[in-house]
């Protein structure tokens, strides 16, 4: 990236630079800052959510991100740092506008996801942790989302894409790259940016962290199962509780397909 980035909290501000902030970014930095320090106890603990929004400024932790937060938190550069390496949230280099993380862990690698990342890498031409030459996505390799029910799963800026295929995460970073809608499978209806979206890390409400739906239809089968079935919180769910576990001692099966012998309940 180079030149400038508009931002809507702090205006126009340089691309990765190593000169200081300029007099209103500082200004907005240390009025959110102390907005942040005060949620906490000991202010030592706002360095996670003041490291994103440093992210939400530069795009990155950048060094002189790094010194700001430890001048306002009475910290060294070197423990700032230590901490802004450990997480890989955190980026040591400017970030491109869309982080795009393909799931390779076992369930979402075994459905297609190591297919996913194969072809994606290599129709954008970049490897992991690595950003296209516009600065608009950066490609990233991505651990277990706890959505392995809608394997494979690829995320934008922690935004969920349920099911995917090569070609439909190719489609999606390719309508990324020329700024078309994008629609996430759950959650918001629109993709924010990675600087808009570090401001939301570091507490700031956007206002869409409730819109759309948060489970998909394959996460509420069990639910669906239970109500059929009537279990559920109070006496119920404690005879059926007390049922499984006799079951389970008895080494008989547990499963919803195989009710336990003497649950009334699972007979139905
Ligand atoms: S393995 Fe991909 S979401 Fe769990």
């Given at each position: 990236m180079s030149g400038t980035t508009s931002n809507?909290?702090?205006?126009?501000?340089?691309?990765?630079?190593?000169?200081?902030?300029?007099?209103?970014?500082?200004?907005?930095?240390?009025?959110?800052?102390?907005?942040?320090?005060?949620?906490?106890?000991?202010?030592?603990?706002?360095?996670?959510?003041?490291?994103?929004?440093?992210?939400?400024?530069?795009?990155?932790?950048?060094?002189r991100g790094i010194e700001f937060c430890a001048e306002v938190l009475d910290l060294t550069a070197a423990e700032v740092s230590g901490v802004a390496t450990f997480y890989t949230q955190y980026k040591r280099h400017p970030n491109g506008e869309?982080?795009?993380?393909?799931?390779?862990?076992?369930?979402?690698a075994v459905m297609g996801g190591d297919q996913i990342w194969d072809e994606v890498s290599e129709h954008l031409g970049i490897g992991h942790d690595e950003t296209t030459p516009d600065g608009k996505i950066t490609l990233e390799r991505v651990e277990c989302n706890a959505a392995c029910d809608f394997a494979p799963v690829v995320m934008a800026n922690w935004e969920f894409f349920d099911n995917q295929t090569p070609e439909s995460t190719k489609t999606l970073v390719d309508d990324l790259r020329a700024g078309r809608d994008v629609k996430p499978t759950r959650g918001p209806s629109r993709v924010c940016s990675f600087k808009q979206v570090s401001r939301v890390l570091a507490g700031f409400n956007d206002g869409l962290a409730d819109e759309g739906v948060g489970a998909g239809p394959a996460s509420l089968e069990g639910l669906k199962v239970a109500r059929d079935r009537g279990w559920?919180?109070?006496?119920?769910?404690?005879?059926?509780?007390?049922?499984?576990?006799?079951?389970?001692?008895?080494?008989?099966?547990?499963?919803?397909d195989t009710p336990a012998e003497g649950d009334g309940k699972a007979e139905k």
């Open positions: 809507p909290n702090y205006g126009a501000v340089p691309a990765p630079t190593s000169e200081p902030y300029e007099a209103d970014v500082l200004a907005g930095l240390h009025r959110d800052a102390q907005e942040v320090i005060g949620r906490y106890p000991v202010k030592r603990s706002a360095l996670l959510p003041l490291l994103h929004l440093v992210q939400s400024v530069d795009g990155y932790v950048s060094t869309y982080t795009v993380g393909v799931c390779t862990n076992t369930l979402c559920g919180e109070g006496s119920n769910g404690n005879q059926q509780n007390e049922a499984t576990s006799d079951a389970m001692a008895a080494g008989r099966h547990t499963s919803t």
